[in-house]
């Protein structure tokens, strides 16, 4: 499965952003699907799943700031990133698998793209 994040960007601390995630195919509707983070040299971490019930799980660090949505007629997932800090400076991705595990899903299906850069600035 092709996955392609997008709606990145620059922002001061205390904004919010919006990013959105299409994948390819045709089973996007039942799996389970979840955003991930990285800072270069650190391994990627889960931020927050939702499965094909629409029931969701967040990361602590997000948890209360962060809003993961999805829109299976468009085969789109969506990461609503409220109150962002500097410290959420990071390569946003997405990836999709049979259900959730906390904030990550439970085998990952699809490639990983390029993601998609996030800047705060204090």
């Known amino acids: 499965v092709q996955l392609q994040a997008s709606g990145g960007g620059s922002v001061q601390a205390g904004e919010s952003l919006r990013l959105s995630c299409t994948a390819s195919?045709?089973?996007?509707?039942?799996?389970?699907v979840a955003w991930y983070r990285q800072a270069p040299g650190e391994q990627r971490k889960s931020v927050a799943c939702i499965n094909f019930r629409g029931t969701t799980n967040y990361a602590h660090s997000v948890k209360g700031r962060f809003t993961i949505s999805r829109d299976n007629a468009k085969n789109t997932m969506y990461l609503l990133m409220n109150s962002l800090k500097p410290e959420d400076t990071d390569i946003y991705f997405c990836?999709?698998?049979?259900?959730?595990?906390?904030?990550?899903?439970?085998?990952?299906?699809?490639?990983w793209g390029q993601g998609t850069q996030v800047t705060v600035s204090s």
């Open positions: 195919g045709s089973t996007f509707g039942r799996l389970a």
């Open positions: 990836n999709l698998g049979p259900s959730c595990v906390g904030s990550d899903v439970s085998r990952r299906l699809g490639s």
